[in-house]
């Protein structure tokens, strides 16, 4: 339905959400825009199939945020947004035209994916009771100062997410701990609901201090070039020291290198045997295919732990992505671990 109907899918495109509870989609340093490159290794397709996508729904995509960039505006973009490129145009996607492409990719299994939470949230949406309470006066409410912010986007997305983190502090997650107080039967999925919530408060602080040293308020280094600086043994001790963190037990780095990539080994919180590899290598853009097999043959085949986690600096190839796919290896590239770095829990650990 959501193929064939614009109608049906102009009804879900607010729900951008759902594209990072399916997959992470890595953004421009602008935090808003994705290249064609990138939505097409976020689906996993050719950018020649995106193209083609492009073509026939040009107008219903540009109505949600797509748009191509030339002339002054594309300078402009490039010397805000740090890209380095030659072409004489830049064709940029919004969070809801990415949505809107997974509505329309029928050859992509993470677009499938998309497509059947959108089905089901929907289903949800539609069949949860209603209740009709008897209206009473509400009280009155503390206004919050907002400050008058100067002129400019990085400014304008600090303000933004000041506030979502003061709404989220103040009303959300007190509301969710009321309910968990209070429930049974749906205790467990008020918890995670929880922990999401709690990650979106990190995510955004993570961003404000992103946002902060591009200003220039804080000149600190950076979390990518803090890791990318790390030895070997330094970034493996810094893993063991988020799993830790996030709850894991008889966390242990190991000396030898000659175990087939496995680095660290420990146990989560719910008891399940996790082995860890950590690739950190100075100048490498991904992850070299052949690395990923090894540590796949290792963990999941010959000594059979129940997580096996590759953790990078850097990002994944779709070759490599598509064997941790088939191997059951959970990959962590550089974006994540940034994350994770700054607070957010790695769902994998959960």
């Known amino acids: 339905m959501l193929l064939e109907s614009r109608t049906l899918r102009s009804g879900v495109l607010d729900r951008t ?19 064609t490159a990138m939505v097409a290794a976020y689906f996993e397709v050719t950018v020649k199939t995106l193209e083609s996508v492009v073509e026939d729904h040009r107008n219903e995509l540009r109505g949600n945020g797509y748009h191509v960039l030339t002339g002054t505006q594309l300078a402009l973009f490039k010397r805000a947004s740090g890209i380095q490129s030659r072409s004489r145009s830049l064709a940029l996607y919004s969070r809801r035209s990415v949505l809107n492409v997974a509505m329309l990719l029928r050859d992509s299994e993470v677009a499938r994916q998309v497509r059947v939470y959108l089905l089901d949230m929907e289903y949800l949406a539609r069949t949860q009771p209603v209740d009709n309470p008897v209206p009473v006066e509400p009280a009155p409410v503390e206004p919050v100062p907002i400050e008058p912010a100067p002129t400019g986007s990085v400014v304008l997305d600090d303000r933004i997410d000041r506030r979502i983190t003061h709404i989220l502090g103040s009303t959300v997650v007190p509301m969710l701990n009321a309910l968990i107080a209070t429930s049974g039967e749906h205790r467990r999925e008020l918890l995670e609901l929880r922990e999401d919530i709690e990650d979106v408060e990190r995510r955004l ?13 804080a000149p600190a280094k950076s979390a990518a070039s803090t890791l990318g600086a790390m030895t070997r043994q330094a970034f493996e001790q810094h893993v063991a020291g988020l799993l830790r963190r996030d709850g894991c037990t008889d966390v242990v780095v190991r000396q030898a290198r000659g175990d087939r990539g496995i680095d660290v080994t420990g146990r989560t919180a719910d008891g399940r045997t996790v082995a860890v590899r950590c690739e950190n290598r100075s100048g490498r853009r991904t992850v070299a295919d052949a690395d990923l097999r090894k540590f796949a043959g290792a963990a999941r085949a010959l000594h059979r732990f129940d997580l096996a986690l590759f953790v990078a600096a850097c990002d994944f190839g779709h070759e490599s992505r598509a064997i941790a796919d088939l191997t059951g290896v959970v990959t962590v590239d550089r974006r994540e671990v940034e994350a994770w770095t700054a607070g957010v829990r790695l769902k994998a650990l959960r």
């Open 17 to 35: 959400d759902v594209l990072d509870r399916v997959k992470t989609l890595s953004l421009l340093p602008d935090g808003l825009h994705v290249t």
């Open 205 to 217: 602080c993570w961003h404000h201090k992103r946002l902060t040293t591009l200003e220039g308020e």
